[in-house]
């Protein structure tokens, strides 16, 4: 089977299981999600094999869709930008 349709196999059963849409912001554009180790912030596994131990494992707790946005933020800061923005008082 080739690489890429092989990938992109288990993004579809990965989000298949997990859910089509982002957890934090509800982004539901294909392109933008992926998933996201709660557990392991800086893994040093390639994608691929994350997504095949995601379906492999099926741990909603461990593994959620989110969005490249929120990724970046979780990675950041350890908190989503959408959440932090709602938790910071207005001026």
């Known amino acids: 089977m080739n690489q890429n349709k092989y990938y992109h196999k288990l993004i579809f059963r990965c989000l298949s299981y997990y859910g089509k849409e982002c957890e934090c ?3 539901n554009i294909r392109e933008y999600l992926t998933i ?3 557990q392991e912030l ?3 596994e390639s994608r691929r ?3 095949h131990r995601a ?3 099926k741990d909603r707790t461990r593994y959620k869709v989110l969005c490249l946005n ?3 933020g979780y990675r ?3 908190i989503c930008y959408h959440k932090e923005k709602s938790t910071t008082p207005s001026p």
Do not use: I, M, P
Request: proline share 0%; aromatic share 4%; glycine share 4%.
């Open 25 to 27: 912001c509800k982004e």
């Open 36 to 38: 996201y180790d709660t």
């Open 42 to 44: 800086d893994a040093k």
């Open 49 to 51: 094999q994350l997504l």
């Open 55 to 57: 379906v492999k494992v």
């Open 70 to 72: 929120c990724v970046k």
């Open 76 to 78: 950041e800061n350890g």
